[in-house]
């Protein structure tokens, strides 16, 4: 069965350090990626996404993750985290074309002190 | 901008008691889900639902469970004899369907305690 990793539960970082989160999936086929992003007290929202082109991505907040289908892995970074940032991070993957079930990561919680 | 809506936000329930937890998922969306996440766990793909009619369902989606779209604008999550490991918080999500990558729009969730 197809399944997602991430390999960071907890992730605690200082304003301006850099961050980048693991994720590796299992499907050999063509995927489509997203990194979802849950404030405190909110629901999912979408940080970005890949389903074709260019595999360096670009999302919102200066968020960016790279596609390496060699490795199978779909990884967020961002070059200077804030203290708004503290969330958690979901990755997650549609197998192309089978109806949009997304299957996800047990996510990472990122906390940024101040 | 339109956002997917779920009621309630919390429902707490006697073991064996049927809930019905509703969406309204983004007007001209249509593909629907739901999803759920037991505390600690990873969110978990229930049921997919497309042109009145479910898409897909995991092996957790039971005869327990069903789905429906009662009129335009809700869709329904009915379980039928809640068990205490149906605990947990349940998400509705909707996608327009204009291309394989289209996003899911979740909605804040449901908290389900079963007592």
């Known amino acids: 069965a197809q399944s997602v990793s991430q390999h960071n539960h907890h992730v605690i970082l200082s304003e301006a350090a850099s961050l980048e989160l693991g994720c590796n999936y299992s499907?050999?086929?063509?995927?489509?990626l997203f990194w979802y992003v849950q404030y405190p007290g909110q629901h999912l929202q979408l940080l970005l996404k890949?389903?074709?082109?260019?595999?360096l991505v670009k999302g919102i907040k200066g968020f960016e993750a790279e596609f390496i289908k060699s490795k199978f892995s779909f990884n967020l970074r961002k070059p200077s985290v804030q203290w708004s940032d503290t969330a958690e991070y979901f990755c997650?993957?549609?197998?192309?074309?089978?109806?949009?079930?997304?299957?996800f990561g047990q996510g990472t919680e990122l906390s940024v002190k101040p | 901008e339109p956002e997917v809506t779920q009621t309630p936000s919390h429902q707490v329930t006697q073991m064996g008691q049927e809930v019905i937890l509703r969406c309204v998922p983004i007007?001209?969306?249509?593909?629907f889900y739901w999803y759920r996440q037991i505390l600690g766990q990873k969110v978990e793909f229930l049921v997919s639902?497309?042109?009145?009619?479910?898409?897909?369902k995991s092996e957790i989606f039971d005869d327990q469970f069903s789905v429906e779209r009662p009129d335009g604008s809700n869709f329904t999550l009915k379980i039928r004899s809640t068990k205490l490991e149906d605990s947990a918080m349940y998400f509705c999500?909707?996608?327009?369907?204009?291309?394989?990558?289209?996003?899911?729009?979740f909605g804040p969730g449901t908290r389900l305690t079963v007592l």
């Open positions: 997650a993957v549609n197998i192309y074309n089978q109806g949009g079930k997304l299957i």
């Open positions: 999500a909707s996608r327009l369907v204009t291309e394989p990558g289209d996003t899911q729009y």
């Open positions: 499907y050999g086929g063509t995927v489509n």
């Open positions: 639902f497309y042109n009145n009619e479910i898409s897909e």
């Open positions: 007007s001209n969306h249509l593909y």
């Open positions: 890949y389903f074709s082109g260019d595999p």
